[in-house]
C-alpha cells in the first residue's frame, strides 16, 4: 500500500453489534471525511421476544445513514453464515445495492436469503480464503480461516493506504473444530509481520477465565451418554453448528443408534454444508416416517430448538408429539448448547414440559456436552499476542464485554477503546480518536414490512396488550347532535367491573351523559370531543376494573 494520503481519513463504525451480542454490522471507510469510499462487514440480525418486541418476525440493523451513501459503498463482506451476521443479507441489500462477497459455504446460505426474498442471487460473489485477496476501492480484502462453530468462518485483513485492519469475525482458538477450519497460529503471525494498525477483536467470552476446549473433546461423553440411555434420546443444538450435528450424529451411530433429523433449518443448513462439499462422513439418516418403525432404545432424533423457539421441533415434541414421533418416560432429551441470554424463559418452559412426560433432561452439565464457539480470555489474549497491533477495538459483546477486553487488554500494554453502536472512530494516526456520532437504532421486520423502532407500532401493541382496548363510536348529524347514543367494543378487558354489571353499559353511559350535557361548541369539535370521550372511558375503566386501558374514538358525521 501506498502512503496515505494528505486529509483522507480511515474510519471505523458499528451499526450494531457493539455494545450488544446480535445484529452485527460493520462499516469501514478510507477518503476525504465525509466522502469515504465505504465497505460494510455483515448483515446481521437478532431476534424478538414476546416481553418488548410483541408479533415482530426479526430485527436489525438501521441503515439509514448507510443507505444514504449508497453511492459510496463498494462492497459487503459477510464473516460467516450465523444468522447475526448474514441474516439481514436479504432484508437490506437492495437499499445498499452493493456486491456482496463471502466464502463458498456462507455464499450459499446468503444466495438462499436473497432468493426468499424474490431478489438475484448472482449479485453474490465467492472469495477463495488468504492469501487471494479482493479488490474494492481503496480496500484490498483477504478471508483469513478461522475455528468457530459454523464452517468456513473467517477473520478478514482490510488494507488500504490507512494502514493494516484484522478484523477477527466471531472465532475460536480450535486445532481440531472436528469440522471447518483449524485454528492457524503461523498464518496469523504472517498476517502480522507487515505491522497491524487495529484489531478488531471479538469479545463474548471475555469474562470465561479458562481456555476454550476442542470440539473433538466432548464426542466420548456425548457416546457413553447414549450407550447408558434406556430409552430413546432426542438432542438438540444449534442448527448451524454442523460440528456439533456431526458429533452428535456420530456418537449416536457408535452406540448403535439410528440418526432422525428434524426441523427444516437443521437439514437446510447439513443440505448447504453438503452442497459445498464440507460435511464428509455424516452418518446416514432416516425420515420421521421411518424412525416411527425403529425401537426407541435404537433411536436418536436430532432436533431444532435449543434455545425455546415456540414452533421448533423441541417444542413441538414437549407438547405431544411431532411429525407421528413422541416423548414418554424414560426418554432422554439433550441439551447440547449454550442458553443465550434473554432464551431462558423458553428453555425452561420446554424443559418443565417434557419433564411432565417423564423425560430425563441433560442439559450442559458444566461444558461436559457443549463447547463454545468463542474465545474464552486466554484465547482472545493469544490473538493480542499473535497480531501485536497497535490499539484494540471490541466488537460483538454487550458493552460490559467491550469494556472488560479493553482493561485487559490493557493489562498487556496493550491500547483501546470502547467503540459502541453510532461511535465513529478514526484510525488515521497512533492512536484512535471519536470523529462523530451517527444516530443508530434497530429496525423491525414486521409481517412484510420494515418499521422503525422509534416509529410506534411496537409501544402501541405493547400498550394495548397490557391495557387492553376501547373503541368509542359516535355518529352525529349535520345539526352536530347525536344519533343515538356512542357504544364501546372492549378487547383484552375483564367484561364486568365492580359494580357487578357490564363495563361497557356502564361506560356507554357515563358517555352517553356527557354527550347530553356537552355544548354545541365541543360537540363540533372533533379534536375536543375525542378527547373528552377518551378521558371518560379512562376514568370509568379504571374506576370498574382498575385499569387504564388504550383507548380509540371513531366520531362519524352525516352531511
Known sequence: ??????????????????????????????????????????????????????????????????????????????????????????????????????????????????????????????????????????????????????????????????????????????????????????????????????????????????????????????????????????????????????????????????????????????????????????????????????????????????????RAASAQLSQGSYLGLSLKEGDTFLFSSKTIPGNEKGVIRIMNQLSELGVDIVDDDGGKYHVSGHANRPDLETMHQLIKPQFLIPMHGEHRHLREHVKVAGLHGLPGIVAVNGMMVDLSGNQPKVAEYIETGRTYLDGATHVGAMDGVVRDRIRMALNGLVVVTLILDENDESLGDPWVELSGLAEDGRSDSSLAEIMEEDLSQFINRANKKTLADDVKLEKELKTIARKTAQAEIGKKPEVIVVISRLN
Open 1 to 310: 500500500m501506498s502512503a496515505a494520503k494528505a486529509n483522507d481519513r480511515l474510519i471505523y463504525l458499528a451499526l450494531g453489534g457493539a455494545g450488544e451480542i446480535g445484529m452485527n454490522c460493520y462499516v469501514y471507510g478510507y477518503g476525504k471525511p465525509g466522502k469515504e469510499r465505504l465497505i460494510v462487514v455483515d448483515l446481521g440480525v437478532t431476534f424478538p421476544d414476546m416481553d418488548g418486541t410483541p408479533g415482530v418476525d426479526l430485527i436489525f440493523a438501521d441503515i439509514d445513514w448507510l443507505r444514504e451513501r449508497k453511492a459510496q459503498i463498494d462492497g459487503i463482506f459477510i464473516t460467516h453464515a450465523h444468522e447475526d451476521h448474514v441474516g439481514a443479507v436479504g432484508l437490506c441489500w437492495e437499499e445498499l445495492g452493493a456486491p456482496i462477497y463471502a466464502r463458498k459455504f456462507t455464499a450459499n446460505i446468503a444466495r438462499r436469503k436473497l432468493q426468499e426474498r424474490g431478489l438475484p442471487d448472482n449479485v453474490v460473489q465467492v472469495v477463495d480464503a488468504w492469501p487471494a485477496v479482493t479488490k474494492c476501492g481503496p480496500f484490498t480484502v483477504g478471508y483469513v480461516p478461522i475455528s468457530h462453530s459454523i464452517p468456513e468462518s473467517a477473520g478478514l485483513v482490510i488494507d488500504s493506504d490507512g494502514g493494516r485492519i484484522v478484523h477477527t469475525g466471531d472465532f475460536k482458538v480450535d486445532m481440531t473444530p472436528v469440522v471447518g477450519d483449524p485454528f492457524d497460529t503461523a498464518l496469523w503471525e504472517e498476517i502480522a509481520k507487515p505491522g497491524v494498525k487495529a484489531l478488531v477483536c471479538d469479545s463474548t467470552n471475555i469474562f470465561s477465565p479458562n481456555p476454550g476446549r476442542s470440539e473433538m473433546s466432548i464426542g466420548p461423553a456425548i457416546t457413553d451418554l447414549m450407550r447408558d440411555c434406556k430409552g430413546m434420546v432426542v438432542a438438540t443444538t444449534f442448527a448451524s453448528n454442523i460440528a456439533r450435528l456431526k458429533t452428535l450424529a456420530t456418537a449416536a451411530t457408535e452406540a448403535g443408534r439410528t440418526v432422525c433429523l428434524l426441523g427444516r433449518s437443521m437439514q437446510r443448513m447439513t443440505q448447504a454444508a453438503m452442497e459445498t462439499d464440507l460435511l464428509h462422513d455424516f452418518p446416514a439418516t432416516v425420515s420421521a416416517e421411518d424412525a416411527q418403525n425403529i425401537p426407541r432404545e435404537n433411536l436418536m432424533l436430532l432436533v431444532t430448538g435449543s434455545q425455546g423457539e415456540r
